[in-house]
């Protein structure tokens, strides 16, 4: 191969490589939808929760030196465990929503902010039958909130994004298509399944609307492989949102 086929097949190469993470613009002088994703990006933080527990050792046979008699103790020891995960701020007053499942019952929460601040949380509200949690912090540093879509917004079939929490692709922006929505009663979405895969630490991360908006939560992904995630619906999270800010005027 000469050296002019060798550079086109580069080229080429290149621009076929670079064609998912670049979808089109909407239209002539509008922003692309990678542009209107990453303006979001300060709305994404991640968080990490430490858990505490209580486990006995092994039974262990030790002298009672005032009773000079063999007693048979099992000490209790504490074991310290972190649970990784995403979020999303939803105001300016510093109000994130994530999993309940990465927050309950921990004895601290830490949230880490787009620009590597790290920052003490509060868990303000926990609705473990929607695996749905809300925290707090505080900071004399700028928020911005992420607005949340319509229920309408959520169709069979409908693009959306999510942009990587984990190690694995922690920042990419992963696109996909809305494959299954369940409903328990007519006119509501209750989950809604996207064909992309989601990694430890995505749990809690945004599903995104082409316009930049909240369409749901990143909830689980598939044990069995075969991109497959399960997310909680925005009309879900806004009315727990509403019922936490009535509740806290």
């Known amino acids: 191969m000469n050296k002019s086929c060798r550079l086109f097949s580069a080229v080429l190469l290149t621009a076929l490589i670079c064609l998912p993470f670049a979808p089109p613009a909407f239209g002539l002088g509008a922003d692309s939808i990678i542009d209107t994703i990453q303006r979001s990006f300060s709305c994404f933080v991640m968080i990490t929760s430490e858990n505490f527990a209580l486990y006995q050792s092994q039974e262990q046979l030790v002298g009672d030196a005032r009773t000079k008699s063999i007693v048979s103790v099992r000490p209790l020891h504490i074991a310290k465990y972190a649970r990784q995960g995403a979020g999303v701020l939803l105001d300016a007053k510093g109000i994130i929503v994530t999993n309940a499942h990465t927050v309950e019952n921990a004895g601290k929460v830490k949230v880490t902010l787009r620009n590597k601040t790290e920052l003490p949380a509060e868990v303000v509200m926990v609705i473990p039958e929607d695996d749905l949690a809300f925290i707090k912090v505080t900071t004399s540093l700028p928020l911005r909130g992420m607005a949340l879509a319509e229920q ?39 989950l809604f399944k996207i064909n992309f895969d989601v990694y430890r630490g995505d749990s809690g991360g945004p599903v995104i609307s082409g316009d930049g908006k ?5 909830v689980a992904g598939s044990t069995t492989g075969g991109r497959l995630s399960i997310a909680i619906p925005a009309n879900k999270i806004k009315k727990r949102y509403q019922q936490y800010l009535e509740a806290n005027p």
């Open 214 to 218: 909240i369409v749901g939560l990143i």
């Open 152 to 190: 309408s917004s959520i169709q069979l079939g409908a693009t959306v994004y999510n942009v990587g929490a984990s190690e694995i692709l922690r920042g990419s922006i992963t696109e996909g298509k809305i494959t299954g929505i369940g409903s328990k009663e007519k006119d509501t979405v209750d």
